[in-house]
């Protein structure tokens, strides 16, 4: 199993980014997806999660209302869209794949993990 996050960069406070997770080696049906993040000197924090469809999110109070995860089954790819970004959501964006039809929260709860892609908010 490979996961391939993308997307980051460097954008000022209120812009947009959108990251990209493509997966393979898995059968996206029997996986939950989340994404994480990690700031330094932080530990690793949970931002959402999603099941394969779709229809089943949950997020972080933090990225609530800012951040969308959406999924392109044909493709294998997860997307992390982020609205509204403030210099707070700079880190290191991670993410991983959770065999399990629930979602889970937490770091150890996921199966897979992709290398990371670092997002910076400039204030």
């Known amino acids: 199993v490979q996961l391939q996050a993308s997307g980051g960069g460097l954008v000022q406070a209120g812009e947009s980014l959108r990251l990209s997770c493509a997966a393979s080696g898995l059968t996206f049906s029997s996986y939950n997806m989340g994404w994480f993040r990690q700031a330094p000197g932080r530990e690793r924090e949970f931002v959402g999660t999603a099941s394969w469809s779709g229809r089943i999110t949950y997020y972080a109070d933090s990225v609530k209302g800012r951040f969308t995860i959406s999924g392109d089954n044909a493709k294998n790819t997860v997307y992390l869209q982020m609205n509204s970004l403030k210099p707070e959501d700079t880190a290191v964006y991670y993410c991983?794949?959770?065999?399990?039809?629930?979602?889970?929260?937490?770091?150890?709860?996921?199966?897979?993990w992709g290398q990371g892609t670092q997002v910076t908010v400039s204030s």
């Open positions: 991983a794949a959770r065999k399990s039809l629930i979602g889970g929260t937490r770091p150890p709860a996921y199966d897979y």
